[in-house]
Structures are given as structure tokens and as C-alpha cells.
């Protein structure tokens, strides 16, 4: 019996062994399944910050090309740059291998010539081992790219329909157009019962256009969020003579040329037995009011044919009953009015028919009051609709030269690889 017993207690020896060999071999291949795994992932992650990283370094060359762009128009002018280039797809500018700041990553970036002053543009990130490339286009854009554009509020009459249509070319069938806030406020776009918009209605970033949007019986286009915030540049005023006194006129008409344009104190149209007009003729008047304006009843300023009003106002525009602007040309490009205040301003704009102008005046609270249509484009912190008529987007503000005001360069299309 004792032989037997010891064969079993070898044989359950040999038993032990042989398990606690199965599992030492299973916890080695776990342990180095783990210290694969554990590898693995360090090298993925390291992989993938070398991504985030090139792909970080790809959009600050991006933003350099841009700001470059940008600083280039400002410095000179687009065909200062274009008399330079021989023909399209030639090199702009080349910056290579230009390394970020604090960081390893190093971007290099090439502009090109497109067509319609537009430049495609390729940057290069690099970080490590890892590289990405964006391609993109360049174009220009005015600061008239919605027929309404507020920071905060919109109200829109009852029964106001807001349409487009092209002054530069009437027979254009296009007339959508589109109004936008910036706001992400409750209420911020009230559409009064019968208010028409023949196009889109945008709110804020990260809004929600059931809560920004207060519809009361409106019909309009589709619903959106504003993909990003349309940058709102300060005016610049231009350099011109210095008058330092006040325009003003009491029952008579005064007439400004080209010859007079400059920078004045105010201007003061005050009311009388006879109409009181200040008149704009002989072709392009450019005036700078570092005060207010204010127009007492029955005043005008007229935009005679052949001329063109832009207006640089830091105060308030006040206009009494049956006054305010005639632009007799019907071409709201030639009457353009730009707040450069960069505190709050109000503006009462006014005429004793239709309105024909585009106002940029992105710290300003816009009220319009007219006897018909508006016909123009307006950018406001608030903006409120009092008329019968209805609103018209002139397309043609969109068209730009070489000198057209507040033109920069914006992301049109873009791609990475």
C-alpha cells in the first residue's frame, strides 16, 4: 500500500508542477500581450499627437498666409500685386520650413494666383514624423454680404417682405437673400405675422433657432446656425482735409462737390418755411462727421445722378418727420454710411420714399422709417424695420474694386490631406 501511496502523491506532484508551468506560460503571454498592447497604444498615441500637432502647425501657416494676404491688401493695393504677376498660377509668396514658437512644428506654405482675385493657397505641417497638408482658396469679401446683419436684435414689421435683386443688372432672377444675428439671445429675430424672407435665417454660433427666432406667422427659408462669426472690422477714416466746422443750412440748398470732401465737426439741417437740402453733386463725396447729424423736418440730403455719397459718422443721425435721404440715382452702392463709433451710436434713417444705401455700422441701433422701399444692405447691433414697404437685397454691394471699403480675405474652400 505505501508504494501505491507514494506513486500518488508523486503523480500528484507531477500534477502541480505541470499547472503552476501551464500557468506561468499563460501569465507571460498575458503579461506580453499587455506589454504589446501597452506599446502599441503608446506609439499610436505618440503617432496621434505628432498628427494633432502637424495638423496644428498646418493651420497656423494657414492663418500666417491669410494674415499676410490681408496686410498686403492693406498696404498697397490688389493690383499693385497683380501688376507683378505675369500670368495666373504663378507663386505670390513662399514661406518654407518656418518653425512655431515654444514647439518642434514647423510649417511651410505657397500662394498662388487664382482667377477673380482669388489665391489658392497650400500649407504644410510638420511634427515629428508625421505631415499634413491643407489647401484652400483665398477670396475677397465686402462687408454687404447679408441683406441684414445684426450683433444682437431684428425686428421685421408685419407684412414686410425681404427679398434681392441686382441694381447692376435688372434682369437678374435671382432674389433670394438672407438675414442673420450673431446673438444666441431668446427672441433675438421677431418676424411679425405676414413677414416673407425669400431666403435663409441665420442665428448665432452654437444657438438654437427655435429659441433666437420668434416667428409669429412669418414665412421663410431654411433655419440655420451661423457656421462661424463674420468678422466685423473696424472702419478705417480716411485721411482727408480737415475743416473742423459745422455743415449746416437753414431754408436754403447748399451743394457739396468732390472738391469739398473732408472731415467735418457736424452736420445741421434745420427746419424753415422752405426746404432745407444739402445737395451731393459733380461725382464721388466723401465726408467725415466727428459729431452727429441731425436732420429737422422736411431736410434733405440729396444724391444728385452721377454722384455718390460715403458718409464716416461717429455720432448719432437724428432725423425729424418727412426728412432724410433721397438718392436720386436708385443705386444704394452710391450712398454708403459707416459708423466708425466704437461705443453705441443710434441712427434714424429716413426719406420721404424709398431708401436707396448700404450702412455698416456694427455698433449702431438702426431704426428705419421710410414711406416705401428699402433697397441696400444693413449691418446694426440692433435693427427694426418701420415702413409699409418691403426690403430689397441689392446683390450688386457684393461686386467689389480695388477700392472698395473693408474688403479682406476670407477662407472660400478648403481641404486637407
Not at 425686428?155 to 425681404?162: F, H, I, M, P
Not at 444739402?278 to 444728385?304: A, F, P, R, Y
Request: glycine share 10%.
Amino acid at each position: 500500500m505505501k508504494p501505491a501511496g507514494k506513486k500518488m502523491h508523486l503523480l500528484q506532484r507531477g500534477s502541480a508542477l505541470a499547472l503552476v508551468l501551464s500557468v506561468i506560460t499563460i501569465l507571460l503571454a498575458v503579461g506580453t500581450g499587455l506589454l504589446s498592447l501597452g506599446l502599441h497604444s503608446q506609439l499610436f498615441s505618440i503617432r496621434t499627437g505628432d498628427e494633432i500637432a502637424a495638423r496644428s502647425a498646418a493651420d497656423a501657416g494657414l492663418a500666417k498666409a491669410l494674415n499676410l494676404l490681408n496686410q498686403k491688401y492693406q498696404g498697397g493695393s490688389l493690383n499693385d500685386v497683380y501688376e507683378v504677376l505675369s500670368s495666373e498660377g504663378d507663386i505670390v509668396w513662399q514661406g518654407s520650413s518656418e518653425t512655431l514658437p515654444n514647439c518642434n512644428g514647423s510649417f511651410s506654405y505657397t500662394v498662388s494666383l487664382g482667377t477673380d482675385w482669388s489665391f489658392p493657397v497650400t500649407v504644410v505641417g510638420e511634427y515629428g514624423q508625421a505631415q499634413k497638408t491643407i489647401g484652400c482658396t483665398l477670396k475677397l469679401k465686402g462687408p454687404f454680404e447679408y441683406s441684414i446683419l445684426t450683433r444682437g436684435d431684428i425686428v421685421l414689421k408685419s407684412g414686410t417682405t425681404v427679398s434681392g435683386y441686382n441694381s447692376s443688372d435688372l434682369t437678374d432672377p435671382d432674389t433670394s437673400t438672407q438675414i442673420a444675428t450673431m446673438s444666441t439671445d431668446s427672441d433675438s429675430i421677431i418676424l411679425n405675422s405676414g413677414v416673407i424672407v425669400n431666403g435663409a435665417v441665420y442665428v448665432g454660433v452654437d444657438g438654437r433657432p427655435d429659441v433666437v427666432i420668434k416667428d409669429l406667422g412669418a414665412t421663410t427659408g431654411p433655419k440655420f446656425l451661423m457656421p462661424e462669426e463674420p468678422p466685423l472690422p473696424q472702419v478705417v477714416v480716411p485721411a482727408l482735409t480737415d475743416y473742423s466746422v459745422d455743415i449746416s443750412a437753414k431754408g436754403t440748398t447748399i451743394t457739396i462737390t468732390p472738391a469739398k470732401s473732408g472731415i467735418y465737426d457736424s452736420i445741421q439741417l434745420k427746419n424753415s418755411s422752405n426746404p432745407t437740402i444739402l445737395e451731393i453733386s459733380g461725382g464721388d463725396v466723401v465726408l467725415v462727421i466727428t459729431e452727429d447729424i441731425q436732420l429737422g423736418q422736411d431736410c434733405e440730403i440729396v444724391i444728385n445722378e452721377g454722384s455718390s455719397l460715403t458718409l464716416y459718422l461717429d455720432g448719432d443721425l437724428s432725423a425729424d418727420n418727412n426728412s432724410g435721404f433721397n438718392n436720386r440715382t436708385k443705386i444704394p452702392g452710391n450712398l454708403k454710411l459707416f459708423g466708425t463709433s466704437t461705443g453705441s451710436q443710434q441712427m434714424d434713417i429716413k426719406a420721404k420714399s424709398d431708401v436707396f444705401g448700404a450702412v455698416y455700422a456694427p455698433n449702431a441701433d438702426i431704426i428705419v422709417y421710410a414711406s416705401g422701399d428699402i433697397y441696400g444692405s444693413f449691418v446694426a447691433s440692433d435693427f427694426e424695420l418701420k415702413t409699409g414697404g418691403n426690403f430689397y437685397y441689392d446683390r450688386a454691394l457684393k461686386e467689389y474694386t480695388d477700392k472698395t471699403e473693408l474688403l479682406r480675405f476670407v477662407l472660400d474652400r478648403w481641404g486637407e490631406d
